[in-house]
């Protein structure tokens, strides 16, 4: 609307002073060496117009033949960017249909195109991958590695690979190096604490949490429980290798974090016991029974007291269940010491309450005891019978892929998954799978299953959280400290 106003005040303009010069004739003579030219007025305005016409047509020429190879050269570049997005944009399409293959052919044209930019080697990396041509995804990951704005790409592109491989030890190397170009990612610090942890490198998986707790990379309860861990599995260390000192400190410190922890507890009461502390020892105990009473943290509280006698044992068990009435390990702890005061009635009783809860072979074998005791040899077969068909004791279970295990460990022996073992009553499982399990327990077999599987877990692009292997480590140690 405005350009055709503007185009019509111009029209007017020029018809009126077309008209002006109508009504005012005159002529215009130039004399110019033996030359003479006379013309009149309107002619001559009329030459003048048409002068300076050509003057800005050379003037755009001349322009336009100055520029040319600059907007030529600009548009072949824009042509070569256009035909580089598209051929990327259907590299990434292709990939995520599952043609891998197409997709590698499709990155290599995109890198020839767009030759700056990261995406291209990214796409091929990928596709390299999926094909399964790791040796052409590792030299484009190492060539990420050469630029900083795809360095950690290339990074974790690398440790992938490396997982999958079951290449623990160069897992490892590109996790630091992970974690020092991304120190507040919560991914990085967390993949170097698993891999740190599950390769028994606890002192470095100790200063990663610290340093991860120091950026707010945790929240303050995942940081302790961590902490108390990592503090848990040196303290075992030490103790096996007879730097009882220095495990009594690390358990007492790892204690104090996470004072609900069972073999943490039990691990600083032992200590405590050594040292003739029987009574932070029995405070220990009595700290952790009020959140997860355990078969183990009674006896090792009645083992504080060994000249015991039957009354007195039942006091101090009693004692225990207050902190956390009603629990069946208090029914049936408080059964056991009964049984063995020979104070059938009330032992009775209080199984009675556990077994409602679950049925366990070993408040079974208890029962018969005391039906023996307080009705003679006859009354035990009944409860003996059942034993058979009871499912198995509580005992420790992966939550993850529900390996039953009988001692605890920072990792599931079976799929390496990091502080995953929680007390209960194991799932119901085909005969023999409870063996298959305690093997898998035993040793670190199943490690680079572990790794295979945690690369799979990951996603190319996205960021990783999944299980570790375990590369060292065991149960808890039953056994006292060393002196």
Known sequence: MIRALCLFIGLALVASAAAWLADHPGN????????????????????????????????????????????IGQARRDSRHRRGEI??????????????????????????????????????????????????????????????????????????????ASDAQAALRYARRAQALRPDSPWAQNLLFDLQSA?????????????????????????????????????????EAGETEKASGLARDGNALAPDFVPGTLLAARHFQAGGESGKAARAIEA????????????????????????????????????????????????????????WHEAHAHLDKALAEREEPRLLRLMAQVEEGEHGTGAAGTWLQKVSAAPPDDTWICTGCGTVTQTWGPHCGQCGRFDSLAWGP???????????????????????AALARLSETMPDVAEPTAALPVLQGGGVDASPPKA
Not at 49 to 61: I, K, N, Q, V
Not at 208 to 220: C, H, P
Not at 301 to 319: E, K, N, S
């Open 199 to 239: 390769a028994g490198l606890w002192h470095e998986a100790q200063t990663t949490l610290e340093d991860a707790s120091r950026r707010k990379v945790f929240d303050k309860s995942t940081g302790r429980r961590r902490k108390a861990l990592t503090l848990f599995a040196q303290a075992r260390e030490a103790d």
């Open 28 to 71: 215009i003579a130039v004399d110019w060496q033996d030359w003479r030219i006379e013309t009149s007025v309107a002619a001559g305005a009329v030459a003048f117009a048409l002068l300076l016409a050509a003057g800005a047509l050379s003037y755009r020429s001349w322009l336009w033949l100055r520029r040319s190879p600059r907007n």
């Open 288 to 343: 952790c029974w009020r959140t997860s009473p355990h078969p183990e943290l009674a006896a090792l509280y009645l083992a504080l007291q060994p000249g015991d006698d039957p009354a007195r044992r039942v006091r101090r068990i009693t004692r225990l269940d207050r902190l956390n009435a009603g629990h069946r390990e208090g029914h049936a702890a408080l059964a056991g010491v009964l049984a063995a005061a020979r104070r």
């Open 87 to 164: 051929a990327l944009n259907s590299g990434w399409t292709t990939l995520a249909a599952g043609e891998a293959g197409e997709a590698l052919k499709l990155g290599r044209r995109a890198e020839t195109l767009l030759d700056q930019s990261p995406l291209p080697l990214m796409l091929s990396a990928q596709a390299a991958q999926q094909v399964g041509d790791v040796s052409v995804a590792t030299r484009l990951y190492h060539r990420m590695l050469d630029r900083p704005d795809t360095e950690f790409l290339g990074v974790r592109g690398l440790l992938v690979l490396a997982l999958r």
């Open 426 to 448: 194991p799932p119901a499982l085909p005969p023999g799978a409870a063996v298959v399990a305690v093997e898998a327990e035993a040793g670190n077999s199943g490690s680079s």
